[in-house]
């Protein structure tokens, strides 16, 4: 068995209180079509995590806390049920994706990447050898960005080959979108590169943007100190969509509803449905 299935996780060093409260808390785009949500709080815990991950099939959220020690461990938060599990196996895991189309987890850190198969609950080590991975992203092939250099690259026939277009910059957090552009997020901005292209183009710097996360449908978003944007083609400005700060990761559950982490909590925005919004 790689789970212990807990309800409340306990060690010296950490506590992870686990519930699921709905709040009357409303937020909204200051656009035309107004979309407005109902905040529920998934979780809390002392130190919220800034990667996050859904697995669509079993609906359920993927994220690694601060043992307390310096590692990081991953656990799954079951978004029907609320019941919270830690996986056995994976060494200070910072980075998680999921890979869709295979139904499988990866995790990455600075033991490498691990592999994860929900439905027989296998994990195995990648034999992938000196790598420190910063952020984990797949798109048929396994894309990471190595620490400390914080480049880009991605695996192939065992062999790391550096992503097109990101030669010798500096990348925090990058991301597909549904036409197969990169966008990513530096310490100078936000940036987009076309498919087939080796250009980036800075597309905003006037924030200091902390996460990006794209939806079932490939529509990328960014968070910042100020809110949470939505970047819809890379001709185009980026533009607010929800007006709440302090977001450190998101992600989005098989309903596509957007899910974030902040400095405490585990948070679920759930529209509500007299008030539709609609992405061009």
């Given amino acids: 068995m790689l789970y212990d299935k807990i309800y409340i996780y306990y060690t010296f060093h950490a506590i992870i209180l686990i519930h699921a409260r709905v709040g009357k808390y409303c937020d909204y785009a200051k656009e035309p079509t107004k979309q407005c949500y109902v905040k529920e709080i998934l979780a809390t815990l002392p130190h919220s995590p800034n990667q996050l991950a859904v697995d669509k099939t079993t609906n359920s959220l993927y994220f690694s806390f601060d043992y307390g020690q310096g590692d990081y461990i991953p656990a799954l938060l079951d978004l029907e049920t609320k019941k919270i599990r830690v ?24 033991y490498g990447i691990y592999r994860y198969k929900p439905r027989n609950r296998t994990l195995k080590r990648l034999n992938v050898s000196n790598l420190d991975i910063w952020w984990l992203y797949v798109n048929k092939n396994i894309y990471f960005i190595k620490f ?20 010798n910059i500096s990348v925090h957090q990058f991301v597909f979108d549904q036409d197969g552009n990169v966008f990513f997020i530096n310490s100078t901005g936000l940036y987009g590169i076309r498919k087939d ?67 405490h909590e585990l948070v679920r925005l759930l529209p509500m449905y007299d008030s539709p919004n609609t992405v061009d």
């Fill in 87 to 110: 996986l056995k196996g994976v060494k200070d895991a910072f980075a998680i994706a999921n890979d869709a189309v295979n139904n499988e987890m990866y995790f990455g850190g600075s």
């Fill in 148 to 167: 400390p250099s914080l480049n880009g690259y991605f695996y192939e026939k065992r062999s790391i080959i550096t992503m097109r277009g990101l030669k």
């Fill in 197 to 263: 292209e080796d250009i980036a183009v800075l597309l905003g710097d006037n924030l200091r943007f902390v996460g990006i996360a794209s939806d079932n449908n490939g529509y990328v978003y960014v968070c910042s100190d100020d809110g949470v944007f939505i970047v819809r083609k890379i001709v185009q400005k980026i533009r607010k969509l929800i007006n709440v700060q302090g977001v450190l990761g998101m992600a989005f559950d098989k309903a596509n509803n957007f899910i974030y982490s902040d400095s």
